[in-house]
């Protein structure tokens, strides 16, 4: 207990004491010094309310002078009649003003006769100057006016004035300075009162302050050499003794119990950072759930306790928490550590982790729970739940019971400590989810690679019906011809025959079909694998190591393999069942040697070789052929030996030459021919026909060394005698091969007519792994050229994107951006016609056909058949890319179709083809 001791006065009385005496003597300085303040008072006040409006007065009427003087001149020069405002202002005033003054100096004869002076000399000026020109001037008689100011008498009267009205003043401000004066003597002995008054109350003052701060100051040094010791280092349990019955024994009570508060915090700030460590190392689930508790246990003297964490499954759409770990449970009761597994809105603990709130549960009842030890078992009084929340999500749950309830700083250390269990539980948990994604992406590939074999195999199979089926028809076309003479048997042949041609069709339909569904079927898993890896090589959470990183990378660029093998079978599909569709326009072959070189200038500096094209003099500028086929069949052989050369050279030499039919009397056609040499690893005699058909390889074995499909050739070799060629090879192994693409010379557009050739001779594989990349060059190559051209026609249009899927709708804003064009976007059909119809200056339209309530089909017929809108140019964009998916769209009445993935590039050419000139209004009704 601190010694206590009565005093008569604390420190506040002893301090009023002082201050009383003070104030009695300030009081009767304020007594002695007021009665001399109120005579100065009263001499400042004349000097302020006399002299200072004397002097302003005659300013006044100096200045009603110079307006009168203003005017005149003004007015005689101009005849304005505003001039004569300050004139006649003038005329008035300056009589008020100067009676005003009158009676302000009535007490100073001399200066009186000074103001007299001046009336005097105001009153002739106006006589003879002022009223006499101005009316002069009214009567009209500006000779006398100009006469008159030749000689300008009045100016001597003005000047006059001037110097009588300084002289004025000049004996005012005499008298000013003299009362000045008179007033600082007053206001010396004003200050020597003052000076002496104030050293009388200053040592008074002194006097009581001694007084004062020996009686405070002394117990004050004491208070503060006990807490300075316990700054330096001493025992924060001791406490400060105060025997005074002051404020000062107030102040060591509250430092005692600050001194109190620092060590509960100090405690708390220990414990919150010693668990925080703890749970930054661990890993696991359950292993830092036992960790917690057991750390809880021992800092609170929790004698019962369990924790239950939220699981990713979920029973009957509600959440359910999962007892991860249980202290001092009991093993031989019915439920050993309490229920399993509790659901949200379940008893307390689902209660709690619904409302996100604490529980605090007091006065127990006996057969709540026993807490037993090797002696004896106690029922607890006191309980706790409360849940573990991070982003308004309840993570977990702890429930725990103790015989004792906890202090106010217990609780709110509990709150901090929740806090961080739950940013670490969710670290876990989004660990554990990446891993799972992880897991699950790793299976869909190993079904995709799956699917993709099988569906390799059913192709084989549907090529080998279709050719069996090509095989009868052949023979039925035969035996037509021989039963022609026969009318009973032909009609029966023509029967058979047309049987035979409708499975024939039948097939090729079912084909067609099949590999369409499957190429469906397998985009949309692929779609999502891609999504996700792509998702999990962003790392947005940086939560993946550099190896998950790496397997996410190869998995996305296995799917993106898939996708281009899926698009190879496809067209080799459309090839044989006839679909393929071929678009002749002009081609300008000088640009072509610059088009291959940035193509592959790259990949040639990758293998190291040397790469040239060469366009010989006999070549035409022009001709006429699908541009985007004859590229294709390019860079398929370019890939080819750029993939078969390791060292040397690829050159490609592009000439004109002549085709001479076997047929007699037949004339020479004129041939452009595409000769790509390498100097690779060659191909020998028997492969060469081999490497021609789908799916085959010169080595096609496991073990091989050079990858690939084996399509791009059979695809170029179609793609070539669709455009009336062919492809030859020259080879030797271990030498090189030289594979030349021969395409007629057509001077105008027109039909191709295919040309008879004995034999056809292989092309070689095209390589995939080449192929992403020359389309990247290809498009980076056409922007270079064509961009400025592209930017004039498309720049101010306004374009609207329709599409269902957000990313797409982005990835074309995106590219469309650096055209600076007006881009609007719609999720559905209903909001394209709606902006269709409120913008009528909509230049061109991006319409999706796969969309949920109103496809792209409906959505084209209305735009065209009730809004009338048959000349605004819409392209239709879909993921079906058969013969018959276009040509709906266009009898649908779409300007043109792409099918996805699609190419910025190739939207932005058609969009120039399509989009009319800037003074026809597309959106305008047909």
Partial sequence: MLTKQTRSLNIRGKIALGYTVILVMLGLFLVIVSSRITDLEQETVYLSDHDIEVHELTYRIEKNVLDMETGQRGFALTGNSSYLEPFNSGLSQWTVNYARLKALITDNPNQIDNLENIKRDIEKWIQEAGQYVVHLKQLGRDDEVAEYFQNDSGKSVIDSIRIQSDYFRDNERKLTNERIDMLKDSNHKLITTMYILWALVALLALLITYLLSVSIVKPLQHVIQAIN??????????????????????????????????????????????????????????????????????????????????????????????????????????????????????????????????????????????????????????????????????????????????????????????????????????????????????????????????????????????????????????????LENQKSVAENAAVELEKYTKQLELSSRYKSEFLANMSHELRTPLNSMLILSQLLVENRNNSLTEEELEYASVIHSSGSDLLAMINDILDLSKVEAGKMMVEMDAVNLTELPALLTGYFEKTAAQHQLEFAVHLDDNVPDLFFTDEMRMHQILRNLLSNAFKFTEQGFVRVEISCTEYRPDEPDSAPVEMLAFAVTDSGIGISEANRELIFEAFRQADGTTARKFGGTGLGLSISLQLAKLLGGYITLQSEEGKGSTFTLYLPYLQEESDIVPIPLGAWYPAAAASEENAAGSREQEQVLNDSMLFEREYEKLHGRTVLIVDDDLRNIYALKNGLLPYDMNI??????????????????????????????????DTLSIIREELLLRELPIIAVSARTMKEDRERCLAAGASDFISKPVLIQDVVTRMCRLIKPRDVQPGSPA
């Fill in 229 to 482: 010791s316990i700054a330096d280092g001493g025992n924060m349990s001791e406490r400060l003794k105060v025997k005074t019955m002051d404020e000062v024994y107030d102040l060591g009570e509250a430092t005692n119990r600050l001194l109190d508060k620092v060590q509960v915090d100090q405690w708390c700030t220990e414990q919150i950072a010693s668990t925080s460590i703890i749970l930054q190392e661990t890993t696991d689930l359950s292993v830092m759930s036992r960790t917690f508790v057991n750390k809880l246990a021992t800092t609170f003297e929790i004698q019962y306790g369990a924790i239950y964490v939220l699981n990713n499954e979920k029973d009957n759409k509600r959440a359910v928490y999962k007892r991860m770990y249980s202290y001092a449970g009991r093993a031989d009761a019915d439920i050993p550590y309490g229920a399993a597994q509790i659901q949200a809105g379940e008893g307390l603990i689902g209660q709690c982790a619904v409302d996100r709130k604490v529980m605090f549960i007091g006065d127990l009842p006996e057969d709540y729970i026993s807490i037993n030890s090797g002696l004896g078992r106690i029922a607890p009084r006191f309980a706790v739940i409360a849940p573990v929340v991070f982003e308004n999500k309840t993570l977990a749950v702890v429930e725990f019971a103790s015989l004792t309830k906890w202090a106010s700083h217990h609780v709110e250390l509990l709150y901090e400590l929740l806090s961080a269990l739950g940013v670490s539980l969710n670290s876990v948990m989004t660990r554990m989810e990446i891993q799972s994604l992880y897991q699950d992406s790793q299976s869909m590939n190993e079904e995709l690679q799956v699917q993709s074999e099988e569906l390799q195999v059913q192709s084989e199979e549907l090529q080998v019906q279709t050719e069996e089926l090509q095989n009868h028809t052949s023979e039925l076309m035969d035996l037509n011809r021989e």
């Fill in 824 to 857: 609007l976007t719609a999720q559905n059909g209903y909001e394209c016609l709606q902006i269709v119809r409120e913008q009528p200056e909509v230049d061109m339209v991006l319409l999706d056909i796969m969309m949920p309530n109103l496809d792209g089909y």
